[in-house]
């Protein structure tokens, strides 16, 4: 079987969110990371612009890929998406965390699989105004544990969530689910579109076990610098781990 990833150093704990218009632009900005970045995040923007090509390429140069697709659809759907997604050779995907999805993502996965599955609990550019426009009567914080509760009953192996409910949902997901968390901001800089917040530092001293950085990291001048700046402030505030 191959192992499902769990981190072990603070570089498997940062996840770079390959943010950027074409695939010529994602394997400069790789290129230009080098070593110091060993996971990468393939999304929406990437994927659409031809960047699933991009995906084998990484994995046999020793990358490992998150891709984070946030999958949503019939059982039937996602669970052919979920084969498809275990065969590209990727470490992590995302299903947002509607329970039938869930168990559908995790029986559609072989029992010997590589693949980790996440559930998305709430997108961390929402606040509890977004949600009661979107007719949730439930704050963030709830319906963050509430579906945290849902995708470990489902069999999902972590949750995605702002690092601001990662304490909340180690309580109740417990010690062996991944908590991984995106919407973290150098202290003082701008939060962009994200509104759930947090540093590197605060974000794993809550609990969150990887973080995943776009334009901090993409955006900045010297991405490589900014990307080892982040990767000290984890490892010191894990201790290394
Ligand atoms: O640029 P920034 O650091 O805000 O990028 C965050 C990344 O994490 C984006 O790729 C976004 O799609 C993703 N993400 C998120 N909130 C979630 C799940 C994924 O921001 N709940």
Same mark, same amino acid.
């Not at 995943?212 to 700046?229: K, L, Q, S, T």
């Given at each position: 079987?191959?192992?499902?990833?769990?981190?072990?150093?603070p570089?498997?704990r940062l996840?770079?969110?390959?943010?950027?218009?074409?695939?010529?632009?994602?394997?400069?900005?790789?290129?230009?990371?080098?070593?110091?970045?060993?996971?990468?995040?393939?999304?929406?923007?990437?994927?659409?612009?031809?960047?699933?090509?991009?995906?084998?390429?990484?994995?046999?140069?020793?990358?490992?890929?998150?891709?984070?697709?946030?999958?949503?659809?019939?059982?039937?759907?996602?669970?052919?998406?979920?084969?498809?997604?275990?065969?590209?050779?990727? !470490?992590?995907?995302?299903?947002? &965390?509607?329970?039938?999805?869930? =168990?559908? #993502? $995790?029986? /559609? *996965?072989? +029992?010997?699989?590589?693949?980790?599955?996440?559930?998305?609990?709430?997108?961390?550019?929402?606040?509890?105004?977004?949600?009661?426009? !979107?007719?949730?009567?439930?704050? &963030?914080?709830?319906?963050?544990? =509430?579906? #945290? $509760?849902? /995708? *470990?009953? +489902?069999?999902?192996?972590?949750?995605?969530?702002?690092?601001?409910?990662?304490?909340?949902?180690?309580?109740?997901?417990?010690?062996?689910?991944?908590?991984?968390?995106?919407?973290?901001?150098?202290?003082?800089?701008? #939060?962009?579109?994200?509104?759930?917040?947090?540093?590197a530092a605060?974000?794993i001293?809550?609990?969150?076990?990887?973080l995943?950085?776009?334009?901090?990291?993409?955006?900045?001048?010297?991405?490589?610098?900014?990307?080892?700046?982040m990767l000290a402030e984890i490892g010191a505030a894990c201790?290394?781990?």
């Open positions: 079987m191959a192992a499902r990833f769990r981190p072990e150093s570089r498997d996840m770079v969110a390959l943010d950027v218009a074409s695939t010529t632009a994602a394997e400069s900005l790789v290129e230009r990371l080098g070593d110091t970045v060993g996971f990468y995040k393939v999304g929406m923007q990437l994927a659409f612009a031809g960047g699933l090509a991009l995906v084998p390429a990484l994995v046999s140069a020793g990358k490992r890929v998150f891709l984070d697709m946030k999958l949503l659809d019939i059982d039937n759907t996602v669970a052919s998406g979920v084969k498809s997604i275990e065969a590209m050779g990727v !470490a992590l995907t995302t299903i947002h &965390a509607y329970p039938k999805a869930m =168990r559908a #993502a $995790a029986s /559609a *996965r072989g +029992a010997q699989s590589g693949l980790g599955l996440l559930a998305v609990t709430v997108l961390t550019s929402l606040d509890d105004r977004d949600l009661a426009e !979107a007719g949730y009567a439930a704050t &963030a914080r709830d319906l963050v544990s =509430r579906r #945290a $509760a849902d /995708a *470990r009953a +489902a069999g999902m192996d972590g949750i995605v969530c702002s690092a601001q409910e990662a304490a909340s949902v180690r309580a109740v997901v417990g010690p062996d689910m991944l908590i991984v968390t995106p919407g973290i901001r150098p202290a003082g800089a701008a #939060a962009d579109d994200q509104k759930r917040v947090m540093s605060d974000a001293a809550a609990g969150a076990d990887c995943v950085v776009g334009r901090p990291i993409v955006a900045a001048p010297d991405p490589e610098a900014a990307a080892r700046a201790g290394g781990r």
